[in-house]
Every structure is written in C-alpha cells, then in structure tokens.
Nanobody, 123 residues
Framework: QAQLVESGGGLVQAGGSLRLSCAASGRTFSNYGMGWFRQAPGKGREFVAAISWSGADTYHPDSVKGRFTIYRDNAKNTVYLQMNSLKPEDTAVYYC????????????????WGQGTQVTVSS
C-alpha cells in the first residue's frame, strides 16, 4: 500500500527556514511526479511545488518562488521542500502528494497524499 509520511514541520520565527521531508513507500515513487500543497485555517488547499520524476523539472507558484525549493532523492524515496525567508502567511499544514504521471505542475493529478505536517511562522 502506498504511503507518504511528512516530517520537519514546526514553529519558526519570520525570516527563518525549515526543511520538510516526505518519505514514500509501497510504490516506486521514483517514477512519478511529486508535489507539495498547503492549507491554512479557513482557506482552500494551495499548490506550492512540483517536481518531475527525475528532478530535472520543478515548478513553484509566484507566492513562494524564490523562497521555496523542491528537490528529491530517489535513492532514498524522499522528496524535500526547503523553505527560506518564511512569513507568517506561510503558516499552514503542508501535505506531500504523488502523481501517477512523470510530472504534474497542476493540482488535479495527484492521487496519493500524506497526513500533513504543521508549519507555524510567528511574527
């Protein structure tokens, strides 16, 4: 059974950094595109990063571009989200997701989801 487990969330001051990890198991996720989403209290889910199966292609929306970086280590079946220059508005539960496509830069093609990890940025 496919499983995604996020870790690395926590409380950080504005301007600080965190690195989230997503450990995948149960399938050969190295063949698939991966992504990160977030959901803040009272708001809808927001797509924040995507990476292709090889890691050669990545996508970040303008809201996080230049501050967040997605990358992966297929040997470890792990995807990371490096978050720098964090702002209070980045506070949310962050979810890792896996697509069955080699690359998915939209939010309509992810089928496997983790349980989420809380990121709180204080001002």
């Amino acid at each position: 059974q496919a499983q995604l487990v996020e870790s690395g969330g926590g409380l950080v001051q504005a301007g600080g950094s965190l690195r989230l990890s997503c450990a995948a198991s149960g399938r050969t996720f190295s063949n698939y595109g991966m992504g990160w989403f977030r959901q803040a209290p009272g708001k809808g889910r927001e797509f924040v990063a995507a990476i292709s199966w090889s890691g050669a292609d990545t996508y970040h929306p303008d809201s996080v571009k230049g501050r967040f970086t997605i990358y992966r280590d297929n040997a470890k079946n792990t995807v990371y989200l490096q978050m720098n220059s964090l702002k209070p508005e980045d506070t949310a539960v962050y979810y890792c997701a896996a697509s069955t496509l080699a690359y998915c830069s939209g939010d309509g093609c992810y089928v496997y989801w983790g349980q989420g990890t809380q990121v709180t940025v204080s001002s």
